[in-house]
């Protein structure tokens, strides 16, 4: 189905030809003055221009053509040429209807749908999985549902951080600790000898003391190096160890993720991309590409109309260890040479912008993909504290995604027990999705790019753009259905338009499947957050204004029954696509 701005545009672009006008000056977009019209067209300024005529002869002639058409129930021109256009009845009752029967509920599809890899998420293994990295995974997993429901195909790929200094840290602390480990030993032999078990309580504590330690102790800090080096060449003990480490966070990460409705296709890491670093040399190599700088390889990525100095990318380091670099340019070919894809999207922090245009630069001048083939970085903000600066714990700390979960489902119950409406034996699964998403609507409603204040108890509370209000609002519109005995997801035929508030909320669902374009075009979330709350704000309306289970006239009842069970399924629809879980009754 088409957005509705599509489907006017068709009709107004028709009485311009009729009029003896080009076609394509009948763009119409939603009005901005919602008082006088729902709908606009401006077309008349630049058929004035190129026709020499007045504007407002111009659209009197077009006006004309429209007014015998069913679509509109007033078409007026507006001085000095503007075309205000309001819909019938009748016609917007057809649209929303059609809306309501269309699989995708009204979600205009792709002509032509792309392969895209969508890189998200990010977190590092070994360290505890941190709030820093909660902003990739919840915007990333939203863009790849607007995606999806667009009609594109996506690959999701986690892209751990599973092959840098990190584990080196680790390693070198745990040998310290443990020297006896077979894993330790240069004789470690795979096939005969076995790993200790990990647990990630214990990664937890070790990576932020190595860490720390490497910061002050040089001696150490080299160990940790030559650990790196030796794992990314295949030390077998260490190879061992590695995975030890990997399997322990992994399992760790995922029930995490899950508990935030986040999920992966791929559970790739800079590790898998490991073997496509020769490769990758080799092609450098052959484009003559290389320049060897104290040591160094790195190729110059500068274009003339940089502004400020573009610095070159660092390919392979002095002691021939592989960096963040190297292994997103090895990355991009091993996504080349397995999903051949259109598009290659990154969710990460804005302060890595710089590098990713490096790796885009490089990775097109080295051809490691097709000149079509489309890179973004689609960064994004920090999420701060009340104070403005980066969100921490109270004492100070990176709080742990663990802990947040945990902490904002206790918010919730606490909510939740003045609540008559939940069983003792709901309370923590309820509590949990209201938790998830207040935090996750709570940032999706910012622009993405720009910086946040991470305040819990604004995303806890039941009115204003939160996640709460629109999960309390599903739960009403339950309650309603299930009084007048309805099924939540019934699909009727909505009758009439009796009251203005109907014809608000008939107009809100209308204007959806543009809305979403907006949404898909600028890869931006918050739009489909701004719908559902005001989508939420005219059905609130709407249930103030009438008394639905009470209405004697059957006839009225049964459509506004139609109406609100669509508003619901509209609502749900926007929460999906945003990731965030309903609840029955809160
Ligand atoms: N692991 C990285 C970090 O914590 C983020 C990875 C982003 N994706 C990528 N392909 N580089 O900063």
């Known amino acids: 189905m088409k957005a509705i701005t599509q489907?006017?545009?068709?009709?107004?672009?028709?009485?311009?030809?009729?009029a003896g006008y080009d076609p394509s000056l009948g763009t119409v977009t939603a009005s901005d003055r919602l008082d006088l019209c729902q709908f606009q067209c401006n077309g008349a300024f630049a058929a004035a221009k190129l026709y020499h005529k007045a504007p407002f002869v111009v659209a009197q002639q077009v006006a004309e053509i429209l007014q015998n058409d069913h679509v509109f129930s007033r078409v007026e021109v507006a001085k000095p040429g503007f075309l205000n256009l309001t819909l019938d009845d009748s016609y917007l009752l057809k649209q929303t209807n059609t809306i309501a029967q269309d699989p995708h509920l009204g979600i205009p599809q792709v002509e032509e749908p792309a392969m895209i890899v969508l890189d998200y998420g990010g977190p590092n293994i070994a360290k505890p999985l941190h709030i820093g990295h909660l902003r990739s995974a919840i915007i990333g997993e939203s863009i790849k549902r607007i995606l999806r429901a667009a009609g594109h195909t996506v690959t999701s790929d986690i892209h751990l951080g599973d092959w840098g200094l990190q584990i080196g840290l680790v390693i070198t602390e745990l040998q310290e600790r443990y020297p006896n480990w077979r894993c330790f030993s240069p004789d470690f032999d795979p096939a005969a000898d076995t790993v200790e078990p990990l647990e990630t309580s214990m990664l937890n504590e070790v990576y932020p003391f190595a860490s720390a330690k490497s910061k002050t102790d040089a001696n150490y800090a080299k160990k940790a190096h030559q650990a790196t080096y030796d794992l990314q060449n295949g030390r077998p003990g260490y190879i061992a160890l590695w995975q030890e480490i990997l399997r322990a966070s992994v399992t760790d990460m995922k029930s995490n993720y899950e508990k935030l409705g986040v999920t992966f296709d791929l559970w790739y890491g800079e590790s898998n991309a490991d073997r496509y670093v020769p490769q990758l040399m080799e092609i450098l190599g052959e484009k003559n590409l290389l320049i060897e700088s104290e040591g160094a390889l790195i190729v110059d990525v500068a274009?003339?109309?940089?502004?400020?100095?573009?610095?070159?990318v660092i390919v392979r380091k002095s002691d021939h260890s592989s960096i963040y670099a190297t292994t997103d340019l090895a990355t991009i070919i091993q996504r080349e040479k397995d999903f051949h894809p259109d598009k290659i999207w990154y969710v990460v922090d804005n302060r890595q912008e710089l590098h990713f245009i490096q790796v885009f630069r490089c990775a097109k001048?080295?051809?490691?993909?097709?000149?079509?083939?489309?890179?973004?970085?689609?960064?994004?903000?920090?999420?701060?504290?009340?104070?403005?600066?980066?969100?921490?714990t109270r004492d100070g700390g990176i709080m742990k995604l663990e802990d947040m979960i945990a902490t904002v489902t206790a918010g919730a119950q606490e909510k939740l027990e003045a609540s008559s409406f939940v069983d003792a034996a709901d309370y923590e699964d309820i509590a949990r999705k209201v938790g998830v998403a207040a935090i996750k609507f709570g940032d999706l409603i910012n622009q993405r790019a720009k910086d946040y204040i991470f305040d819990l108890n604004k995303f806890f509370s039941f009115e204003g753009k939160t996640g709460t209000y629109l999960l309390y609002t599903i739960t009403r519109i339950n309650s309603i259905l299930k009084k007048a005995g309805v099924a939540l997801e019934q699909i009727a035929p909505i009758t009439h338009v009796y009251t203005d508030s109907e014809r608000d909320l008939l107009l809100k669902i209308l204007m959806g499947g543009d809305v979403f374009q907006k949404a898909l075009t600028e890869k931006a979330p918050n739009y489909l957050c701004e719908n559902a709350y005001q989508l939420a704000i005219s059905f609130s309306k709407f249930y103030h204004d009438n008394r639905i289970i009470d209405e004697p006239d059957p006839e009225k009842k049964q459509s506004w029954l139609a109406l609100i069970a669509l508003v619901r399924r509209v609502l749900c629809q926007h929460l999906d696509l945003l990731g965030i879980e309903p609840v029955e009754h809160m």
């Open 365 to 392: 001048k080295a051809n490691l993909v097709p000149p079509q083939t489309e890179f973004a970085f689609l960064g994004f903000g920090t999420m701060n504290g009340a104070d403005g600066k980066p969100y921490k």
């Open 303 to 312: 274009e003339p109309e940089d502004k400020a100095p573009m610095p070159p």
């Open 7 to 18: 489907t006017l545009s068709e009709i107004v672009s028709q009485a311009f030809e009729i």
